[in-house]
Every structure is written in structure tokens, then in C-alpha cells.
């Protein structure tokens, strides 16, 4: 989810960030009601665990269903045969206690469909029984609302339920999320995964990224999933969804599942691109650690250095590619602090003070600098190496593909944190490539640092990675169609 503000009120006064009210778009209702019942027309009874207004299962009412739904608001659902004004975490928490509308043998689903709250964890709900919550629905869970909704539907799913969802879809590649993927995996065959533009909830006041999920609850998996990736606009998203442009992959295809990675999702990956994850990683070459996070930036930091404020300090260089001023400067008596003072944290201690470079950790635009000897480092990803490899190093931090690794691949929503840049595929070059790189680096930096633009320095750096690789044409385009709109498309 991205930056809201505190208090969304829609026009009948619901406060959308304490119930998490989205209503869904009227085509992805429709397309959802489509494929539920083209992959099982005998679909009978709906139910809709957080039914809002029945936005999802009025198409299939339309066609003749039998709809259920529970909410914690009654908004009088159109079309809804049996209403419950409940807490669905609650019920499928006490499954056994509370069957579905009273009859422990009456009939169950045959699909489930949702649009579940994208409620926060710091939404009391979750902080009140978060105890309860974990040992139901396990760590990842009660990371967030719809976490939680989507765990708790494929626990209540009868088996070979379908299940439809738009959700939000930070559990694709977030690392705490990885056991509610394994969950998926390992207890449904995933039939359809498409990624929703970034703006389909904008008109609602929600700057948050989505995505639609068909499961079959089963234990084994099918051939092919059909999958569909970010598209910049509502339009395009509604053509793809009614022309059914879709590519139909084996679920191996999608998932990340060297040991080195946690089985996230990848949609539209280029095989070229693919194969780079089987190969060397960034921590490989040199360790890719985290910094100092004071509590306190106002106290500890200051902008002008003075005998007590000494210490350069580089936090997130953003978009500064190449070179960077510090960020500011940091207490000289810095270690004594954070000794003393429990939320001052130092990490990696025996490093911190060792140059090499510092990547961009905020903002969807990945990008590297050079970080000097005895300067310190914030919680943005620091690479810590001081040979001639910093060069090449810091060229190919730089690319598109790169770009294209760390925002279209493996962190496409949160901050990336040292975890996920010391991830990063990172191709053994031939040694005239490394050395064009090396020199690249150099002129980028003394570039950067005389305020001239560094453009056709990356391009060239750019030619000559995807040079030295080999990548075809398409993948070079896509990879240059990424850069363009990387806020959009990741
Ligand atoms: C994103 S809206 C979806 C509304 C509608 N089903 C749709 O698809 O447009 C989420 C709904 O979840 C409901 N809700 C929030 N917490 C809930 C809970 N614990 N149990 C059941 N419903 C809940 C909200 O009241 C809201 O109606």
C-alpha cells in the first residue's frame, strides 16, 4: 500500500482505512464470475467472506447462483441470500464451533470470492490479537489484513473449492511473505495470476498495487498457470483481461526456486533474464550489508560538519547515481552512542566505516554511488569492497537490467533492504566488459561529481552489458520499456 492519508472517507461516511473499503472495479467482477465458471460451470453456491455491497458476486447471482456473504458492516449486499454481519477471521478461526450459517452439515462452497481490507498491520485489529492470529495463520499472516483473508479462505476453502481474489499483492516477492507462498503452493493449484495497473483503486484514494489470483483448492498443482503482467493503464488492463492475452506458463516458470531465493513470483521474466538467477549473486563478490539507524536522525545527524558532527554519512542515494555529497554528518562520539542508548542502532560494526558503494534502498528507481573510506552508512544496502571490482561494480549497479532485476523481480513493492540487493544476479563478465565497465564507472562518478549529466555514460553502460550477455532484441526493449515507467510497471 502505498502513502495514504490517515482518514479515507467515502461518500456514505465508512472510514476506508479502518474497514479497508475498496469496492471492485464492475470488469474485474465480471471477468473473475467468468473464469470461476468457465473452469467449473456448475458452480452453485458463492460465498464472499467480506461481501461490502456484492460488488464480486453480483455477476454471479446474475447467473443463477446462491450467494453468502459476511461482513462486519451490513451494506445490504445486492443479491445476497444469506447475510452474516461477522468477522470472518473469527469464523474461519472457530471453524468447528461456527459453521458456515448454522448447519454443520449444510452445504459448503463451491467458490470463494474476495476482495479483502488492505488494512495495515499497525491497524489495532492485528496488534490486539496478534497471538491468536499467528498461531491460526501462521508468522507471515498477520504481516497485513488481506494476508491474513487470503490464509484464512484457503483454510475455510472445502477441498477443490475455487477461489478468486483481488488482493493486494506485496506477498508476490516480499520476504516475510515467503510462507504464505509456500502455503498457496503447497495447498492449491494456482490457475490464473494477473497483475492490476497500479491505479485501479486511485479513483478510491488507494495508491496500492494488486493483483488477481484464481486457486483450486487441491494439493496438486496443474499444468499451466495463465498469467498476465503489470500494464501501465485501466485500458490496457481491460483489454487484456476480455481478449484474454495471456501467457500460459508451467509454475516453475514463474516461481523463483533456487535456495538462494524465497519462491517468489515473477511474471513476464525473459528466460535470458530468468537464467541470470541460477548463476552468482552481488554477495558473492563482496558483503552486502546494512547501517546505522539512530532513532533520531535530527539529533544525531546534522547538515554542516563540526567537531562533534564528523562522520560523513550516506543514507539513501535516490537517484544520485555515481557520486553523492553525504547525506549529512554524523556524531563523532557515534560508537559511545550506540553503546549507550538501546534504540541507536549499529549493525555490522566491523565494517561500517569501510567505503565502497551505497545503493538507493526508497523510491522504485534503483541506483548505486560511491560510498568513500570512513564514512558511515545508514540502512540502505552498502556494499563493502574496496578493489578495483568497485568499478565494474558500480556501472553495472547502475543498468537498466539491474534496475530491471531488483524492481520488476525481486522487490517489486517494499524498500529494498540488504537482504534483497545482496540477491542480486550478478553475471560473471568477460574481462574487456569489465574493464569498458570499470572505466565507465570512472567517468560516470567524475561526471556526477562535476554536476554533468551522466545519461550517456549509462547508456553505454547498458550497451555493454546487455552486449557482453548476449540479450536479445525484445529483451533489451523490455528492459528499456521497464526504465522508462519503472513507478508503474514494478
Ligand atoms: C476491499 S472491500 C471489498 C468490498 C466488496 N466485496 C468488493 O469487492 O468491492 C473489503 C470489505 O471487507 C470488510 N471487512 C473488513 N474487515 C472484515 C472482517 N474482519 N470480516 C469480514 N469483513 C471485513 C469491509 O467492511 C469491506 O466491506
Not at 456484492?54 to 445476497?80: N, Q, W
Amino acid at each position: 500500500m502505498g502513502r495514504r492519508p490517515k482518514l479515507v472517507v467515502s461518500e456514505d461516511a465508512i472510514d476506508r482505512r479502518e474497514t479497508g473499503y475498496y469496492s471492485t472495479p464492475q470488469f474485474v467482477a465480471e471477468f473473475l464470475a467468468e473464469r470461476l465458471r468457465e473452469l467449473r460451470p456448475s458452480l452453485k453456491r458463492i460465498l464472499d467472506p467480506c461481501i461490502g455491497r456484492g460488488e464480486l458476486t453480483r455477476p454471479f447471482k446474475a447467473a443463477g447462483c446462491h450467494v453468502s456473504g459476511y461482513d462486519i458492516i451490513d451494506m445490504s449486499a445486492v443479491g445476497c441470500d444469506e447475510f452474516e454481519r461477522a468477522d470472518f477471521l473469527d469464523i474461519a478461526m472457530n471453524r468447528q464451533a461456527l459453521p458456515l450459517f448454522g448447519d454443520t452439515n449444510g452445504p459448503r462452497p463451491d467458490a470463494i470470492i474476495a476482495n479483502p481490507p488492505y488494512n495495515c498491520h499497525e491497524v489495532n485489529y492485528i496488534r490486539d490479537r496478534k497471538a491468536q492470529l499467528i498461531e491460526h495463520f501462521g508468522k507471515s499472516s498477520a504481516l497485513n489484513m488481506y494476508a491474513l483473508f487470503v490464509r484464512a479462505i484457503i483454510d475455510f476453502a472445502p477441498s477443490g473449492c475455487l477461489i478468486g481474489l483481488v488482493t493486494h499483492d506485496s506477498f508476490l516477492t516480499a520476504t516475510g511473505h515467503q510462507d504464505l507462498r509456500e502455503y498457496i503452493i503447497k495447498n492449491c493449484a494456482i490457475r490464473n495470476l494477473h497483475l492490476c495497473p497500479t491505479n485501479l483503486f486511485l479513483d478510491q484514494g488507494a495508491d496500492v498495487r494488486t493483483c488477481l489470483l484464481v486457486l483450486e483448492k487441491t494439493g496438486e498443482q496443474r499444468d499451466t498457470v495463465l498469467v498476465s503482467n503489470r500494464p501501465q493503464t485501466i485500458a490496457e488492463f481491460q483489454r487484456i483481461l476480455r481478449e484474454r492475452q495471456f501467457e500460459s506458463c508451467n509454475l516453475s516458470k514463474i516461481l523463483l526456486l533456487n535456495p538462494r531465493d524465497g519462491s517468489e513470483f515473477t511474471i513476464g521474466v525473459p528466460n535470458d533474464v530468468r537464467a541470470l538467477f541460477d548463476g552468482r549473486r552481488l554477495s558473492d563478490i563482496a558483503p552486502c550489508i546494512t547501517g546505522i539507524s539512530t532513532g533520531d536522525d535530527k539529533k544525531y545527524i546534522r547538515e554542516a560538519e563540526s567537531a562533534e558532527f564528523q562522520v560523513p554519512f550516506y543514507k539513501n542515494p535516490a537517484s544520485r547515481r555515481f557520486f553523492a555529497a553525504p547525506d549529512g554528518y554524523l556524531c563523532t562520539n557515534f560508537q559511545e552512542i550506540g553503546r549507550k542508548v538501546p534504540n541507536f542502532m549499529i549493525r555490522n560494526k566491523s565494517l561500517i566505516l569501510q567505503g565502497g558503494i551505497a545503493c538507493s534502498s526508497m523510491g522504485v528507481k534503483f541506483g548505486a554511488t560511491i560510498r568513500p573510506e570512513n564514512t558511515a552508512c545508514g540502512v540502505n544496502p552498502n556494499i563493502i569492497i574496496e578493489h578495483d571490482d568497485k568499478w565494474w561494480l558500480l556501472s553495472f549497479l547502475n543498468s537498466r537490467l539491474c534496475l530491471y532485476l531488483t524492481r520488476g523481480i525481486i522487490i517489486r513493492a517494499n524498500m529494498i533492504t540488504a537482504g534483497y540487493a545482496s540477491r542480486i544476479p550478478t553475471p560473471e563478465f568477460d574481462s574487456a566488459t569489465k574493464e569498458t565497465l570499470a572505466l565507465l564507472g570512472q567517468e560516470g562518478f567524475a561526471a556526477a561529481k562535476g554536476g554533468a549529466s551522466v545519461d550517456l555514460i549509462k547508456s553505454r553502460i547498458d550497451d555493454a552489458v546487455e552486449t557482453s550477455l548476449g540479450l536479445p532484441r525484445e529483451v533489451r526493449e523490455l528492459l528499456a520499456s521497464f526504465e522508462r515507467d519503472p513507478i508503474r510497471l514494478s
